[in-house]
């Protein structure tokens, strides 16, 4: 069993008890995650409110591997009712996982987070159980939204490994090398370091391609004069770290001077803004009111960041639409950028913790504008 975060289920328990709820139910990888520990394939993971206890039903395959890398308190192997079994762990059987589930939650108010299951699925569970099930989705947000310390531990380190990855990327850009040459090989480097995942499509936008803000690396080469932005997302133990620098390959135009600097105005002043008692709305408006005065509203084309954490994208948005109080706990990015087609762009972002006084920056690298 791994070391567990109480906290994260005293949270979660003390949320679903005020809502009534008295079985929390998750199938997807994500939140089995966030309930016990670490993903079980082919299993279904439930909280016991009342109890505070996170129990497994789980396939036959995955018994002894969730023991050893879970930290949950029961685990429950289910059975088809003709299989034989002699594993050592205590079996409930059922025609399916959801027929088995509805022989140990035999009464009390179910919810599941409708956001992460499929409609094929909502419905087997209901038929199972024979009663109403509720909707959790935003129960499990409201805990997942706020970092236990366990979490930001894990998310200090998620920030050292994009560092990693973009300074690493850095150091090997130069006149003829592509963007999916320095992409590949910044992602073996990043699994070297301990990422657990690397982004299948990291962003190396170089010269014109840098005016899409989702651009993947593609066959171009490095050019003289290219501005190049890398955006890098990778995990440690489940936990992600988002980080985008631009930088140039020898003197950019001038005009993407004057933009980076105004994108770094913006930038440095969003994370300044971000403090426990401001809504997202307003971090956002912060940094779009120093690029439309600029004159460059129209090239700020999405919104300014976004929570992070088990998801790369996470509630709350740092957009216009987005009233979302901010809170201490949170894991945000901050991420303005401007983009001209036949010009090209730049973005700046990092991630930030919020604690009580403000924004602790979680990545590191120097943002000033920096010609390599
Ligand atoms: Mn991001």
Not at 329 to 348: A, F, S, W
Not at 353 to 369: E, I
Request: aromatic share 8%.
């Amino acid at each position: 069993m791994v070391r567990r975060d109480i906290e994260r289920i005293k949270k979660l328990s003390g949320i679903l008890e005020e809502a009534g709820i008295d079985y929390l139910v998750v199938l997807d990888d994500i939140n089995i995650k966030y309930l016990a520990g670490n993903t079980i394939d082919y299993s279904l993971v439930f909280l016991d409110v009342k109890e505070g206890t996170v129990n497994g039903l789980v396939n036959i395959m995955e018994a002894e591997r969730a023991s050893q890398v879970t930290w949950l308190d029961n685990i429950y192997v289910y059975l088809r009712p003709q299989t034989e079994y002699d594993g050592g762990y205590e079996t409930v059987r059922g025609e399916n996982l959801y027929d088995a589930l509805s022989k140990v939650l035999t009464e009390g108010r179910v919810g599941i987070p409708y956001d992460k299951v499929t409609h094929r699925q909502y419905m087997q569970i209901s038929e199972a159980l024979g009663r109403e099930v509720v909707d959790a989705t935003e129960y499990l947000w409201r805990a997942r939204k706020i970092k236990t310390r366990f979490e930001l531990d894990i998310m200090v380190k998620s920030g050292e490994l994009v560092d990693f990855g973009i300074h690493k990327a850095i150091t090997i850009s130069k006149e003829g090398v592509t963007e999916k040459e320095i992409a590949d090989t910044v992602k073996c480097e990043m699994f070297k370091y301990g990422a657990d995942r690397v982004f299948d499509f990291l962003i190396v936008a170089s010269g014109l391609n840098s005016a899409n803000p989702h651009w993947r690396a593609s066959n171009k080469k490095l050019e003289e004069g290219d501005p190049i932005t890398f955006d890098f997302v990778a995990s440690i133990n489940g936990y992600f770290g988002d980080e985008t620098r631009t930088v140039f390959l020898g003197e950019p135009k001038n005009e993407l001077k004057k933009i980076y600097e105004i994108v770094l105005e913006a930038q440095v002043a969003a994370v300044e803004a971000v403090e426990p008692g401001v809504k997202t709305s307003e971090v956002d408006a912060v940094a779009r009111k120093i690029i439309e005065d600029a004159g460059y509203g129209k090239y700020f084309i999405h919104s300014t960041g976004h929570g992070i954490g088990l998801e790369v994208h996470e509630p709350p948005r740092l957009s216009k639409t987005d009233d979302t109080v901010v809170e201490e706990g949170m894991v945000l990015t901050v991420e303005p950028g401007i983009y001209i087609h036949g010009l090209g762009g730049v973005r700046i972002e990092d991630m930030v913790y919020v604690d009580k006084s403000g924004a602790r920056v979680l990545t590191k690298l120097n943002k000033a504008y920096t010609i390599i």
